[in-house]
């Protein structure tokens, strides 16, 4: 399936991926589409985001992209250190709170991130 980046953890590790100028120019060229009440759709807000993911090395997104949904993505990086992709995690309401996703699958989406660094 191909979602908009905006609203989607894999997407903002991308975006955070970029270069300053670069994610500029993405914003700029893109409409922020709601899909959810929860969706940020302020350019401004998208920013500082992706700030947060640039600074965290991680991202989570709470019912952004569809109702109910909670993801958490880490970056996956080649052995150069560039981003490539993203690996998340998805979880419905209730399985886990954020705080207990970030503490369980930050930790292991981090592990397999660093596992695969080797094979990309």
């Known amino acids: 399936a191909r979602l908009p980046a905006h609203p989607k953890c894999t997407g903002r590790v991308l975006l955070a991926a ?24 302020q350019r401004s807000a998208l920013r500082k985001v992706v700030a947060q993911v640039r600074r965290d090395d991680f991202c989570l997104a709470v019912e952004e992209h ?30 886990l709170d954020d705080a207990s996703l970030r503490a369980d699958a930050l930790e292991r989406l981090r592990a397999a991130a660093s596992e695969l660094r080797q094979m990309l």
């Not at 500029?24 to 969706?39: E, V, Y």
């Open 18 to 41: 970029l270069a300053t100028a670069e994610c500029t120019q993405w914003l700029q060229g893109c409409t922020l589409q709601r899909l959810t009440p929860h969706t940020v759709t």
């Open 66 to 95: 569809e109702l109910g949904v909670h993801a958490i993505a880490v970056p996956l990086r080649d052995v150069k250190g560039r981003t490539v992709a993203a690996l998340n995690v998805i979880v419905p309401p209730g399985r």
